[in-house]
């Protein structure tokens, strides 16, 4: 069994792909959310394997002025800026904003955007005109968000925060919410294009986004002010913004540049030509169709990370088990205070500290390996209790009967006990893989794109979340199908093996491959 | 005097409070059967256990063929593989067929070869009436059946003796005879037995020495034709009132 462990173990990290977080020459790598969607940066609906977004031509544009080939990573929103810290990139943007709490842990370049919160209403509502109106209003907004705030500091609103932009203006249009506050952009984007709805009152606060740069790397921080500055110069940064259908009054003082509009809104306008196509069943089956490259490479993503903890929680779940039931006390408790502390805190905290937290002490992981490691460590807890079970419910005389044949007490668990263990929990433990499946979702906030960050991207990019969340659905499904396949055949198979009362009569002589 | 197989040297045990074998003491020869015989409670199965190690002991000594069992520089496993054992839950591996729990402690204790292990252990089923049983699965079998497996699977190990804890208590009337004609056939090889059992014609007619156990005392050791028609002690006469004329 140690033989067997081993080796596991030694699959497991050949599997991982090698480290590659490392500052590379010539390069500038950034970071950024394409969840966050349009028009920051999303999936162009034309071309799911390109990258657009008035970001991301800024970005573009300001690698070519330093001299360096832009590199994208991809992160959760929420995770930029530790991700930062973590040197997953160089510099982060994504309409990052410029505050104090931000420019406590990272430094900013000067503002390359600025913009406000707008309020959105239905178009038949005229009691909403300003902020003060909101009081005992329902309003909806970004969660932890600027806005979020602002409307703290209102009173008395009753305020719905929201992870995606597109639900709240649903919301807004089928009347779960008498408001909206949202930055202008995402307002322009996301509520503008809907005839339902209409923008009121004044430009309400200032917000500015600025490229974020690791505290003390002051030499970037220059070249990165030095390019933005010549960008701001030659008109490029405002013809960017014009494309966009950004450029505003605020940002035409921050950039001194008070000259008339000289671009198109070309992208904009094809945003909003792509997001209200009469699709006919065909365009739609033709999306769907597009979507699976994208899609199947997330999926790849979920099985192997899935795979991989899978075989980590099974072996290091079984040794925790036999340390438990068989070790002695001090490492039997050792085996019970793992499984405590585990089972007692939660997964996505676990793989926050071993992505962004031992970095601390000098243990750099890459995303897979640290969503691996991390889903794996925790579904091991689990995976120890079901084999406690199983250890406990083989009868006594099943060592006895080893031991005295001469067995030792190793190779009575090997031979006798942990099979029969092993055959007792693999419906559970087959079980457990499908529900880790789903939880392997969680590796999103690590800087892995999953299935379900999948989602999120595509249903940004085509405003889809019902057609979009079908097809997802669906290949879960699919994913979990052999498993739930696997899980009642070992059912009946031990059933059989071990006596128990089970459905199955024969004894089934493969695995049977059908589905249902 | 013929060699001596067991020695049992002042042993005591408790379980608690309560003194389950007490300062027993007595010697079993080779190639004799020797029957623990005695009401519930007596300490019968307790002292057959500790004949191999599984039960401990808390004073005395007991050697078998000249090694301490519970001294703790005994190579334990070594000394099992010659004391064969046979309780009374069978307590075949489940997971294994017949042949598998009979070749399973050859293979990886006595290092056999796969090959040589099969062979070995056809001939052993075959001479116990298993021979078509080979590739069943325990569960598939009668209570008779498995208690013959697991006595297959002692002799596969070509122990110098067997112990055996109440082989036929956790069978069917109708089953007990089987396994009791593999135990008659195993003595007429001259094999070292202990019987734990409850069986009084089987005990008559195959041992050497009926040894009555009462309360974790040896109140007799005596040729089963003397003990069954003249018991010395009262105790016996009494226990053997009871279950002769029930």
Redesign the interface.
Known sequence: MRRLVTALTLLLFLALPSSALTASPGILAWGGDTEGGAPYMFQDPRDLERLIGYEVEIVEALAEKMGLKPRFVQNGWDNLIPGLERHLYDVSIDGLEITPEHQDVVDFSMPYYVTHLQIGVRRDNFDIGSLEDCRGRIVGTLKQSYSQYVLETVGDVDIRTYEDEVNAYSDLVNGRLEATLFDAPIALYYGGPMREIKFVGPEIGRIEYGIAVRKGEEELLRTVNRALTELRDSGELRSILERWNLWNSLTARALQDYGPARTEPVMYTRWVADLQPELTWQDRINRYLSFLPTLGRAALTTMKVSLASMTLAIALGLILALLRVFGPKPLSTLSMLYVEIIRGTPVLIQLFFIFYGLPNVGIRLDPFTAGALGLGLNYAAYEAEIYRAGLLSV?K??M?????????RN?ALH??VV??AV?LVLPPVTNDFISLLKDSSLVSVITLVDLTKAYGQLATTYYDYFGTGLVVAAIYLLLGLPFVRLARWTEAKMAL???LPGKGKKRPSGLDLRLF | MAEVAISIRNVSKSFGSLRVLKEISFDIPKSQVFAFIGPSGAGKSTLVRAL?G?EGIDAGEILVEGVSVHDRRTDI?????N???V?Q?F?????LDVLGNVT??PV??KRQGQEEARERALAILGSLGLADKARS???QLSGGQQQRV?IA??MA?DPHMILFDEPTSALDPELIKEVLDAIRQLASTGMTMVVVTHEMSFAREICERIVFMNQGSVLEITPPQEFFSNPKTERAREFLGKILHH
């Not at chain 2, 307590?91 to 997971?95: A, E, F, G, I, V």
Request: net charge positive; charged share 10%.
């Open positions: 009868p005389g099943q006895e009967a080893a031991l005295g044949l001469g067995m030792t190779q031979h006798v099979p029969q055959r093996a071990l006596g | 191999n599984l496993n070594r000394l099992r593989t004391i064969g054992f309780s839950s307590n075949l591996y489940p997971h399973l402690a990886h204790v699965f325990p569960q697991a699977r002692a190990m």
